[in-house]
């Protein structure tokens, strides 16, 4: 089993800028992605951004160019850094992990949850 640990959030007035980091933990694991999703209250969950092994990145249409996702070079940890919030920001963003597990077993894991409140 993959363990996540995501840490970040809080509360920032709009155009304040947070940052989430999530590290992603198992012997024998490959890891193909690793992402944010977030929900807000009576939403969809919805993509914010992920990484995949080998680099590239994909983000959700409302945070293109105010989010920017980056992983640390041992490749299990990732952070989102977001600037520019808004009040549409808020939500509960959750890290996901996909990947391989030496014998082959493919797993999605995803994190608790962390709450991020744009609010003046």
């Known amino acids: 089993q993959v363990q996540l640990v995501e840490s970040g959030g809080g509360v920032v007035q709009p155009g304040g800028s947070l940052r989430l980091s999530c590290t992603a933990s198992a012997s024998g694991f490959t890891i193909n992605s690793m992402g944010w999703y977030r929900q807000a209250p009576g939403e969809q969950r919805e993509m914010v951004a992920r990484?995949?092994?080998?680099?590239?990145?994909g983000y959700g249409d409302s945070v293109k160019g105010r989010f920017t996702i980056s992983r640390d070079n041992a490749g299990n940890t990732v952070t989102l850094y977001m600037n520019s919030l808004i009040p549409e920001d808020t939500a509960v963003y959750y890290c996901f992990v996909r990947g391989v597990h030496s014998d082959l077993e493919f797993e999605e894991t995803w994190g608790q949850g962390t709450q991020v409140t744009v609010a003046s």
């Open positions: 990484i995949a092994s080998g680099g590239s990145t």
